[in-house]
């Protein structure tokens, strides 16, 4: 692994791991405020939303100016809503704080073009599943760490992750270099959007990634709540159980990405992994004690931890080494939306129904997407 993909993945390291601190605390700090489990979805939302709007006009500028500047923009809007949010009071100030870093969000899929300007196709999955390790380990270390500083309340995880953050800032600052690969683009983000959607090679592809993400951030975004209810834990073990989850995902974006890829093919890997992730969903939903839910996420885990990859390698090698930033900052749009549909699905249909909608309606929908990528491709064409 060159220089540029250890300073990425340091780099996205250290963002990440500040955003797992948040993540699982975030319902027990809304619901502190008066929030209703509606409303924290509308809270993780919110940032999706903007992200959605943020994403392709980053990753246009990241075309036209370079990924560099852009991804540091990004991190330091993240450093500043970590920082609001450490100090909201109201749940008008924790919406303001996560606008905020919606509307700066374009670290990710900045990252990702990156990496497609510094390596080739052969290499490209695995780089990714280097990404993919970053949100593992982010989870491993985010949550835990943030389960044991809530212990001093919940705003001394969020200042922790903003020193994170700019730690990430300053890992960028000093290690990245510049790709020097730009064209002129920037003002034409939104109108790509249509055209990048027509396209018959990115359209399926695009719409299983809007798929997988709305499913995931169903998950996601109803885990505190969803063991808080059924098993009575608090945001302390909710965040542990959310490490244990990503040491699992770490695990298999490092060791078993790189050979399941390499026998089976990046498309029939992100069909089996959506089923297998499915499937642990679903034995999940349907757990009524700790040790069986436990279970159940390893499957999950992964088959996540497989077919994420996979579906950003395919995606990536559509595109042309000047339209990555584009074509990244349109999946990352879509992927967005994803997660403003499956919070507020999610959240929603557990305050109305109960935990195991959520998590079970999220399983149902991620086994079909996965059955119909692993149909035949003369099947699906027609």
């Known amino acids: 692994m060159g220089r540029p993909l250890v300073a990425i993945f340091l780099t996205v390291l250290a963002n990440l791991i500040g955003f797992g601190i948040v993540i699982p605390l975030l319902p027990f700090y809304a619901q502190g405020m008066g929030a209703s489990p509606l409303q924290v979805g509308l809270l993780f939302a919110s940032y999706s939303a903007c992200q959605m709007v943020a994403a392709p006009v980053l990753g246009a500028w990241s075309d036209r100016w370079g990924r560099r500047p852009v ?13 609001m949010l450490a100090l909201a009071r109201d749940l008008a100030t924790l919406f303001a704080a996560r606008v905020v870093d919606g509307l700066s969000g374009g670290n990710i899929s900045t990252a990702r073009a990156y990496i497609a300007d ?18 593992g380990a982010g989870f491993v270390m985010g949550p835990a760490l943030g389960g044991a500083l809530s212990r001093f309340g919940y705003a001394a995880p969020a200042w922790a992750a903003a020193g994170l953050t700019c730690v ?5 600052w000093r290690y990245l270099p510049e790709t020097s690969r730009r064209t002129r683009a920037g003002a034409s983000a939104w109108r790509d959007l249509p ?15 809007f798929a997988y993400w709305a499913t995931a951030a169903v998950y996601q975004t109803t885990f505190a709540l969803f063991v808080s209810r059924r098993f009575g834990l608090d945001a302390s073990h909710a965040g542990y159980l959310l490490s244990l989850w990503g040491a699992l995902g770490v695990v298999v974006q490092l060791g078993l990405v790189g050979p399941v890829v390499r026998r089976w093919g990046e498309r029939r890997t992100l069909g089996g992994g959506l089923v297998l992730a499915g499937l642990g969903f679903a034995g999940a939903a349907a757990s009524h004690s700790l040790l069986g839910f436990l279970l159940s996420t390893v499957p999950a885990a992964v088959g996540a931890g497989v077919s994420n990859p996979a579906l950003v390698a395919l995606i990536s090698r559509t595109a042309d080494a000047s339209d990555q930033g584009r074509v990244q900052g349109v999946a990352s749009t879509l992927e967005s939306l994803g997660r403003v549909v499956g919070p507020v699905w999610g959240n929603g249909s557990l305050g109305l129904f109960g935990e195991g909608a959520a998590f079970g309606s999220a399983a149902a929908a991620m086994v079909l997407v996965g059955l119909v990528v692993l149909r035949p491709r003369g099947t699906a064409r027609r």
Not at 71 to 83: D, E, N, P, R
Not at 120 to 133: H, I, K, P
Not at 168 to 172: D, F, L, T
Not at 195 to 209: A, C, I, Q, T
């Open 71 to 83: 991804l540091l923009l990004s991190l330091l809007g993240t450093a500043v809503s970590f920082a």
């Open 118 to 135: 510094v390596t080739d196709e052969g290499e490209r999955a695995r780089a990714f599943g280097l990404v993919g390790a970053a949100f």
């Open 168 to 172: 990430a800032i300053a890992v960028a």
């Open 195 to 209: 055209r990048v959607l027509h396209r018959p090679d990115l359209r399926g592809l695009l719409g299983v990634d």
